[in-house]
């Protein structure tokens, strides 16, 4: 697998975007980006995912760099709810194991 | 409303019971599976299941026994459990057969409490 890190926390400002980085160094070519949120005391929600493109949806935009060994996770305008725990995951079809590691703990402040 | 349901979401139990936690998605997947939170840590996977068939058993003590008998069911029976198995277990459900896709739909969770 390969792993990913991402800083412990951050904090953001409400109504401005959010920019969560996520190192994947050693993502394999058959390895996609993927990104969960965890708000306290619930399951975790899968926010966007992608491969080499940049990809949007209605949540959140997903920057991949070219070389694929770094990624990031726009939240356009942040809001109170989206204070949670965001976790950037590489993830193989091949081995069914979607592993989450430790995450950033995202404080958005009014 | 994930479309995944689980019950029930608080357990509390004494070592030597036994008990299971059930799991039910109505989103017509295929895959189903079990993770475990411990507090201060980061989700564990337990078990996958595909086509009702399990896929995955991730070196889950032998106290801890799924059950999937049919692909909307999902049921973690649980006997002679320790204080350390106290966590949240959350079940998720995906496409997919065969060839499963990273997009999980969670449900709740159970909290559970063994004392």
């Known amino acids: 697998d390969a792993k990913t890190t991402q800083p412990p926390s951050m904090d953001c400002a409400e109504g401005r975007a959010a920019n969560l980085p996520c190192n994947h160094s050693?993502?394999?070519?058959?390895?996609?980006v993927y990104w969960y949120r965890q708000i306290h005391s619930q399951g975790p929600q899968y926010i966007i995912h992608?491969?080499?493109n940049n990809e949007t949806n209605e949540m959140a935009s997903l920057i991949i760099t070219e070389d694929r060994k770094s990624s990031t996770l726009i939240l356009p305008h942040a809001t109170l709810r989206d204070t949670a725990v965001y976790y950037c995951?590489?993830?193989?079809?091949?081995?069914?194991?979607?592993?989450f590691g430790a995450g950033t703990t995202v404080t958005v402040r009014a | 409303e994930t479309g995944v349901t689980q019950t029930p979401r608080h357990l509390v139990m004494g070592m030597t019971n036994k008990k299971s936690l059930k799991c039910e998605q109505h989103?017509?997947?295929?895959?189903m599976y079990w993770y475990k939170q411990s507090a201060k840590k980061p989700l564990e996977l337990m078990f996958v299941?595909?086509?009702?068939?399990?896929?995955e058993n991730n070196s889950v003590p032998s106290r801890f026994s799924p059950e999937c008998p049919n692909s909307s069911h999902l049921f973690l029976h649980l006997h002679t459990l320790q204080p350390e198995d106290s966590a949240l277990y959350l079940c998720?459900?995906?496409?997919?057969?065969?060839?499963?896709?990273?997009?999980?739909?969670f449900g709740e969770g159970s909290r559970l409490t063994v004392l």
């Open positions: 989103l017509g997947h295929n895959a």
């Open positions: 992608g491969l080499k």
């Open positions: 299941y595909s086509l009702e068939e399990r896929v």
């Open positions: 995951i590489a993830y193989s079809s091949n081995d069914y194991k979607l592993s």
């Open positions: 998720a459900s995906s496409q997919g057969a065969g060839v499963l896709t990273g997009e999980l739909f």
């Open positions: 050693t993502i394999s070519g058959n390895e996609y």
